[in-house]
């Protein structure tokens, strides 16, 4: 006979069903933090995504202004654009090549025209979570199927 049960009552183990009811909920709750933690952490390497290749972008027009007659206008490297030895003393149009935030590596996919770079895009095939409000100058990315789709790119 069980120690808790009243007389004349059989028990029905109410108190492992309740229990087991408990760990569901509190396993829901966790996976929703846990699903929220990651949305937050991937909508900040879009943000990351969009600074970076605007960056580049913008080192690539300072490059392409910046050239001597007779020089090159696009460079063949990006790290021609952290030093770009065209010039007596080098110029540098980016602090950094920046990692891709997508993959986490500088493995930015290069957009050329001809052997020159006029581009990059990141390798990521994820689906982009911002469909909207791009930042200005940007472009618009909406219809974007994947972050390889943001292209950024000199005009």
């Given at each position: ?78 790290e ?9 003393v ?65 005009q």
């Open positions: 006979m069980a120690i808790f049960a009243r007389p004349g009552v059989r028990p029905r183990g109410y108190a492992l069903v309740i229990a087991l009811i408990a760990v569901v909920i509190a396993s829901l709750a966790a996976s929703l933090v846990i699903q929220n933690a990651q949305t937050k952490a991937r909508r900040e390497r879009e943000t990351q995504l969009l600074w970076a290749g605007l960056q580049i972008r913008d080192a690539l027009a300072s490059y392409k202004s910046a050239s001597p007659q007779g020089a090159p206008n696009l460079p063949l490297r990006l021609d654009l952290v030093e770009d030895k065209r010039f007596p080098p110029r540098r149009h980016l602090r950094q090549i920046y990692p891709d935030p997508m993959t986490g590596k500088q493995d930015w996919e290069l957009i050329r025209l001809g052997e020159r770079i006029v581009g990059v895009h990141s390798r990521s095939t994820e689906r982009p979570l911002k469909k909207g409000n791009f930042p200005p100058g940007a472009g618009d990315f909406s219809s974007a199927g994947s972050y390889a789709d943001w292209r950024f790119v000199v």
